[in-house]
Nanobody, 127 residues
C-alpha cells in the first residue's frame, strides 16, 4: 500500500488549508484512516480519524470545530479540511491506516494502531 500526502504549505493564522492523502495498492473503502502530525522536537500526535465505513469521526480536542476529516472512496483519497489555522498547528502532517481491512481501531487516537504511513506534508502557520 502507498499513501501520498499533499496540500501542505505556508499560510497565515486564520487561513484555511486542505490536505489530501491519495492511496493505492488496496481497496481504500475497506480501511479506517487517520491524520497525525509531528512538530519539531515533539511526538507524533493524533489529529483526526475516520472509520472504514465513514460514519465515525474522531478529533483531537485541539482541532475540534476547526478541522474536518473526510474520505472519497471513489477517488481512494482521504482529506483534512483545516480552518482557522493557528501557529500551534505547524507540523508535518501524516496520513495513516491500520493493517487490517474492515477494522476500526478501538482507540483510533493511538499511533500504535496504524501500520501504514504516508511521507508527510508540511504545514506552517505564521502569526
Amino acid at each position: 500500500v502507498q499513501l501520498q500526502a499533499s496540500g501542505g504549505g505556508v499560510v497565515q493564522a486564520g487561513d484555511s488549508l486542505n490536505l489530501s492523502c491519495a492511496t493505492s495498492g488496496r481497496t481504500f473503502s475497506n480501511y479506517a484512516m487517520g491524520w497525525f502530525r509531528q512538530a519539531p522536537g515533539k511526538e507524533r500526535e493524533f489529529v483526526a480519524s475516520i472509520s472504514w465505513s465513514g460514519n465515525r469521526r474522531y478529533y483531537a480536542d485541539s482541532v475540534k470545530g476547526r478541522f474536518t476529516i473526510a474520505r472519497d472512496n471513489a477517488k481512494a483519497t482521504l482529506y483534512l479540511h483545516m480552518n482557522s489555522l493557528k501557529p500551534g498547528d505547524t507540523a508535518l502532517y501524516y496520513c495513516g491506516s491500520p493493517a487490517n481491512p474492515r477494522y476500526n481501531p478501538p482507540r483510533p487516537f493511538e499511533r500504535s494502531w496504524y501500520a501504514s504511513w504516508g511521507q508527510g506534508t508540511q504545514v506552517t502557520v505564521s502569526s
